[in-house]
Structures are given as C-alpha cells and as structure tokens.
C-alpha cells in the first residue's frame, strides 16, 4: 500500500531563514507529488505539483520541491520564511493505477517566528 | 480556473438531525468527487469517492448509512450526515477532478465547518 510520511509534525522557523518540509513516499511505479498548505477553517491549496518532466518543480509563493526518485523523497523548501508561510501543509501522492485516490502526510505545522 | 465551492461553509445542528454539504464545481465537469474529514490538528481521512451517476464508494470503516453521497450532476455532489451526534462534529472538505487531468490533480472546495450540539 502506498504511504506518505512528513517528518517532523511541527517546524519551527525564524523570519528570513530557510524553510524544509520533509516528505517520503513509497511507491512502485512513478508517481505523481503533490504540496498543500492549509490555513486556519479553510480548504486546501495546491502549493506545486510534481507529474512528469523537470524533477525540480516552483510553485506558487517562492516554495520549490525536489523529486528524488533514488531517495523517494519530495522535500519542499523556501529559501527565506515569510510570517504569511504560517501554516498547515499536507504533502499527497497519487498513482495513475489508483483509482486518482491520494495519499496524504500526517502535516507539518510550520511556526515562523518573528 | 478549477474553482470547488462548498456550502454551507460551516453549520450548526442539534444531535439527531441531519445536514447536507454542497460539493460544487463551478468551471468544470467533474468525474469523480471525494469527500473527507478532518479531525483537529490531523491530516485528511478519506470517507468516499463519488462518481457522477453511480454509487459512491465508501472507505472501510466509514458508515455508508449515516453519511450518504448523492452525486447527481457532474458538477455537484452532496454528502448529508444523518442523524448527527456530537461524535461527528468535524470539518468536511470535497474535492473533485477535472475530466481531462491525466495526474490526478484533485481540486479542494474550501470546507464545510459542521458542529454537532
């Protein structure tokens, strides 16, 4: 079965200092990568995805993530935190063969402090 | 594009009624729609998947009885808790897929914050 783990379920970080949220997956055909970040009572958005192609992927807010396939990992990053980034997010995986079910991390609450 | 609207956007019942959750697509057909909850502080916990004219399929431990999913139109699907307890107060979020995605790309609608009295 497929699984998706974040470790660490809190982060916290200082104002301007780079953000790492870590993602594995297991997985045995590629798969497609997803990050969301939640805030307070609301629904998800989608921060970047990763499909095919270009494994360095840049999505919206200065976040990036990297596919690894040899490390099955999808770590998103930012190189300076913002005290906006505050929040929930939630990494996914889906398998083409699935049905387009996801898979999602536990989440990681991010803390920016100021 | 790619907007899910839910509604109500949170609601508050007394224990023994029953409550409906709008799930819309707004700009798109949606095949298939899903539905979860989220407890406080946790991740997503898928309930049910939902295709458009069929029944939906529901996870294992979840009751179909108590939470049943219409979905009617390829743009709508609607999830009513019946009988409501306290038990089930929770936040649902529906998401949907866009016909033609070929990654399996799930658009989120915004919630639906239910507190059970």
């Known amino acids: 079965a497929q699984s998706v783990t974040q470790l660490g379920s809190h982060v916290s970080v200082s104002e301007g200092a780079l953000v790492l949220l870590r993602c594995n997956y297991s997985?045995?055909?590629?798969?497609?990568l997803f990050w969301y970040v939640q805030y307070p009572n609301q629904g998800l958005q989608l921060l970047l995805k990763?499909?095919?192609?270009?494994?360095l992927v840049k999505g919206i807010n200065g976040f990036e993530a990297e596919f690894k396939k040899s490390e099955t990992s999808f770590h998103l990053t930012k190189p300076s935190a913002h005290m906006s980034d505050a929040a929930e997010y939630f990494c996914?995986?889906?398998?083409?063969?699935?049905?387009?079910?996801?898979?999602f991390g536990t989440g990681t609450s991010l803390t920016v402090i100021p | 594009g790619a907007v899910v609207s839910q509604h109500p956007s949170w609601v508050i019942c007394k224990s023994g009624t029953s409550v409906k959750i709008e799930c819309r697509s707004l700009?798109?057909?949606?095949?298939?729609m899903f539905w979860y909850r989220q407890f406080p502080k946790q991740s997503l916990m898928l309930m049910a998947t939902?295709?458009?004219?069929?029944?939906?399929?529901?996870e294992q431990g979840v009751e179909k009885d108590k939470f049943l999913i219409n979905h009617a139109s390829l743009t709508l699907s609607t999830l009513t808790v019946t009988s409501a307890h306290p038990e089930d107060s929770s936040f649902y979020i529906c998401?949907?897929?866009?016909?033609?995605?070929?990654?399996?790309?799930?658009?989120f609608g915004p919630g639906t914050r239910l507190t059970v009295l």
């Open positions: 998401s949907a897929i866009f016909g033609g995605s070929s990654y399996n790309e799930q658009f």
């Open positions: 990763y499909t095919t192609g270009a494994t």
């Open positions: 996914a995986v889906s398998e083409a063969n699935t049905g387009n079910q996801f898979y």
């Open positions: 997985s045995s055909v590629p798969p497609y």
């Open positions: 700009d798109f057909q949606a095949t298939t």
């Open positions: 939902s295709n458009e004219g069929s029944k939906a399929t529901y």
